[in-house]
């Protein structure tokens, strides 16, 4: 008679996605102080000892989803600041939109709220996540804007304040979805929220036209 086969032990070991996957669930359902590795395997339908062959700390199981989840989609933002043919106004609508669909609206989007609420208790995380993730966003925010204003299409404006006001509102619609939103208060539409948002940013950085 043939065994019958359970999927754990058909699966020896996890693929680290899996793994990275079953940790960030966690880490937004309870914060990265009340995950544990324990936790993190039973997640993934592994051994806490397969865990370790892959990862040896729960810091870097951090560091390996904001490496394998965020960092390849901000390589490929400047890739499109690079290469894009169109206005700074649309490359603007491009970053936030590109934002939103492939963080905004994934289970990655908890992290900055994670970040905010866990800064404090583990400085050195923050630290990574600034250098890593928040620093290269802004750099694309900022090579936008020095864009738009080098070819006359936006207002000069003190740039590194533009880029905090445009990124904050984006920034509260996560938050919120993380926090209050999930149990009271407004309910946000997304796209209505967004083309609000860039519709007000792109008509305030917008160079006026002189009437004819």
């Known amino acids: 008679m043939e065994a019958i086969v359970h999927p754990r032990q058909r699966r020896k070991e996890a693929r680290p996605a899996e ?3 079953a940790a ?3 880490f937004v359902e309870k914060g990265f102080a009340g995950t544990r590795l324990d936790d993190v395997a039973a997640r993934a339908g592994v051994s806490k000892g397969t865990l370790y062959l892959y990862f040896d700390s ?3 199981l951090f560091k390996a989803v904001i490496q394998e989840g965020i960092v390849p989609i901000l390589e490929d ?3 499109l600041v690079e290469s894009f043919g169109g206005t700074s106004s649309d490359l603007l609508r491009a970053l936030i939109g590109n934002w939103w669909q492939r963080i905004g609206e994934t289970p990655l989007a908890g992290v900055p709220k ?3 609420s866990e800064a404090g208790n583990f400085p050195e995380l923050a630290n990574y996540y600034y250098d ?3 620093m290269r966003g802004r750099d694309l925010m900022r090579r936008t804007l020095q864009r738009g204003i080098a070819a006359g299409e936006f207002r000069v404006v003190d740039v590194e304040t533009a880029i905090d006001v445009i990124f904050a509102p984006v920034l509260m619609l996560v938050i919120w979805r993380y926090s209050l939103g999930a149990c009271c208060g ?3 539409d997304p796209q209505v929220y967004l083309q609000t948002h860039l519709d ?3 008509n305030g950085l917008s160079v006026a036209k002189e009437p004819t």
Do not use: C, F, P
């Open 114 to 116: 994670l970040m905010i």
């Open 200 to 202: 007000l940013a792109v």
């Open 24 to 26: 960030l669930e966690l």
């Open 132 to 134: 890593t993730v928040i």
């Open 19 to 21: 793994l990275m996957a």
């Open 58 to 60: 729960k810091e870097a």
């Open 186 to 188: 407004t309910r946000y």
């Open 77 to 79: 933002g400047a890739g």
